[in-house]
């Protein structure tokens, strides 16, 4: 069957986002950096911007020489990444075959779909329409036979709206291009063409033996060809849904103190940990985000053993990997705690004889009283005096 592939590309995201709740920013060139310093690296332009001579990666004194009416914003990685969810959500009703890849992407499978939403065409341009309605958010949308052509297509738009290449011309869109629309075709190899075969634009690549590419980048020679053909046979891959059991806090006042930052990591640990034993189940593995006040974010996984639902017992490689993030001087803002691969909790040897309890068991015994109390009283009727704040 042929397939049907919609890109949905909302450009700039992060600046999209925040245009959304500060309009005097729209049609101003806007970038996005980590920090002021001047050496701080641009990592997301406006197109106003672009057309100013600053480009993603350039240090922020460049940009502001370039660019003197330039406004700089900080990350908000809890806007854009609430934004992303109800951009997934509002593709996802048009068909369960949908792939989030990034902030801003959504590629759609929607073969087969015409009798629900008529011709592929006509389904971009109503999910691009309910984006800008519900979101306020103005995207382009490539449509094609696979998903490299359908990216590209929705990349190369100059303004809002949508590009569909025809079935079987997949080739022909793509040979004008320049070679680095190319997945794969980075600045070491687009150089490398340059230099040693003089080629800029696809329709060169795809003139070439497989074998001449094979020549110059191993096994992904082949792939690269197909490619500059207009070929990709990659599927959309939907979300996978693993369950998950998460707590996440923002602090009152950015802090940086260890022992604090300990008392609520100790805090999220605690109520994850009693949902786990509610639910008869422990985790295998164990996740915690930090972010810094200054947007920045690092993340730390650790495995757990003996599938324990016990506080201490979760508790504790969590800790360790705590300190192998949080490394920064910068004051934290919010921290996020997950467990993950959950599974009923293994089982022992029952004794003939009762043995005497083991200090596990004893801590074990204190936590199903504290359940028992908090789950008649709530939650705040006992806590541990670390996680008073």
């Known amino acids: 069957m042929t397939r049907h592939i919609i890109h ?40 106003e911007a672009r057309l100013e001579g600053v480009a993603r990666g350039m240090p922020l004194g460049r940009a502001r020489d370039v660019c003197p009416g330039l406004t700089v914003l900080s990350p908000d990685p809890m806007r854009t990444e609430k934004a992303g969810r109800l951009l997934a959500e509002t593709a996802a009703r048009y068909t369960p075959l949908w792939e989030p890849p990034r902030p801003g992407h959504v590629y759609l499978d929607v073969t087969g779909t015409s009798r629900l939403w008529g011709r592929a065409k006509d389904t971009a341009d109503r999910i691009r329409r309910e984006v800008l309605a519900r979101l306020g958010l103005a995207g382009t949308a490539g449509v094609a036979g696979n998903k490299m052509v359908s990216s590209i297509a929705s990349r190369i738009h100059p303004v809002p709206g949508i590009l569909d290449v025809d079935l079987g011309r997949e080739e022909v869109f793509m040979a004008p291009l320049e070679v680095d629309v190319l997945p ?97 189940l422990a985790p295998r593995k164990a996740g915690l985000l930090v972010r810094y006040a200054d947007g920045r974010e690092k993340v730390g996984r650790t495995g757990l053993a003996g599938g324990s639902a016990w506080d201490m017992d979760l508790y504790a490689p969590l800790e360790q990997a705590f300190f192998r993030a949080c490394i920064r001087r910068v004051r934290v803002r919010f921290m996020r705690v997950w467990f993950t691969e959950l599974a009923p909790p293994s089982g022992r040897q029952l004794s003939l004889f009762p043995p005497a309890p083991s200090p596990g068991e004893e801590r074990a015994g204190v936590t199903r009283a504290l359940d028992r109390i908090r789950g008649r009283y709530g939650d705040s009727a006992i806590r541990y005096g670390r996680i008073l704040k």
């Open 8 to 47: 949905l590309h909302i450009p700039a995201f992060p600046i999209a986002v925040e245009r959304v709740a500060r309009p005097e920013l729209r049609d101003r060139p806007v970038a996005v950096a980590w920090g002021r310093a001047a050496r701080t690296s641009v990592f997301c332009v406006s197109s």
């Open 184 to 280: 794969g075709i980075g600045p070491v190899r687009r150089r490398l063409l340059l230099e040693e075969l003089g080629i800029i634009r696809v329709r060169q690549v795809a003139a070439l033996e497989a074998g001449d590419l094979r020549l110059l980048f191993g096994r992904h020679g082949e792939v690269i060809h197909q490619r500059a053909l207009g070929v990709d046979p990659t599927p959309v891959y939907p979300p996978r849904k693993k369950p998950v059991v998460m707590e996440e806090t923002i602090l009152s006042e950015d802090d940086n103190d260890d022992h604090r930052l300990l008392g609520f990591l100790y805090g999220m640990v605690e109520q994850c940990a009693s949902r786990l034993r509610d639910r008869g």
